[in-house]
């Protein structure tokens, strides 16, 4: 598999179908901290921080590479947690796009 972290968010097309549960759990294998929902139309992760604004760098940073691929998570800030949830809201369930963007998302706490 290609690295996802290399690779760009592509709009959606019509008629587009979300991955299949196999393939999700292929990708889950490139991004082993993320876990799919239960009906596997999402993927979250929870990161923790040393402090609250710490926090907030990390939603920010998020945010600028959510923009520049347009392609944009729901998280929720708790005091020094934050929980990122990926899904193709066109799609009611997941596209290649929301594995690239949590491998983004990793790569902001690994360097």
């Known amino acids: 598999m290609d690295n996802l972290a290399q690779k760009k968010c592509i709009p959606c097309e019509g008629g587009t179908r979300p991955l299949e549960k196999d393939t999700v759990k292929k990708l889950l294998g490139q991004i082993p901290e993320w876990k799919p929902s239960d009906d596997y139309t999402r993927i979250s992760r929870l990161f923790s921080f040393p402090t609250f604004m ?3 760098a990390f939603v920010t940073n998020i945010a600028t590479i959510a923009e520049k691929e347009n392609h944009h998570p729901d998280m929720k800030i708790s005091y020094r947690k934050v929980t990122v949830t990926l899904t193709t809201h066109a799609l009611h369930g997941l596209s290649e796009n929301d594995f ?6 990793d790569k902001l706490i690994s360097t």
């Open 54 to 56: 710490d926090a907030i």
């Open 100 to 105: 690239i963007m949590a491998a983004k998302i």
